[in-house]
Nanobody, 122 residues
């Protein structure tokens, strides 16, 4: 069982940067691939980025490449999402997730956090 708690969301202006954090419980954090998803009002949940257990491999949704960076600190049981040059269309609830297979993270995960709101004003 893995419990995930996100933090770092807030209200920012277009062009600003924000770093989200996701703290995980448990002693086997490094065995899980981690990912970030987002869901905007009235839209389906959208994959943002994923990172392998040791942090050696990452993958991103095409629309986030170059602006978002996912990273992890296994010693701190934490995964991060650095978001730069934010746009109003990035407004959403951002959730982190853990899964046993990195290659499946674009589609599904085993454990989910509650999410943190990111609002980007124009």
């Amino acid at each position: 069982q893995v419990q995930l708690v996100e933090s770092g969301g807030g209200l920012v202006q277009a062009g600003d940067s924000l770093r989200l954090s996701c703290a995980a419980s448990g002693r086997t954090f490094s065995s899980y691939a981690m990912a970030w998803y987002r869901q905007a009002p009235g839209k389906e949940r959208e994959f943002v980025a994923a990172i392998s257990g040791r942090g050696l491999t990452t993958t991103y949704a095409d629309s986030m490449k170059g602006r978002f960076t996912i990273s992890r600190d296994n010693a701190q049981n934490t995964v991060y999402l650095q978001m730069n040059n934010l746009k109003p269309e990035d407004t959403a609830v951002y959730s982190c997730a853990a899964g046993s297979s990195f290659f499946n993270m674009r589609l599904s995960a085993d454990y989910w956090g509650q999410g943190t709101q990111v609002t980007v004003s124009s």
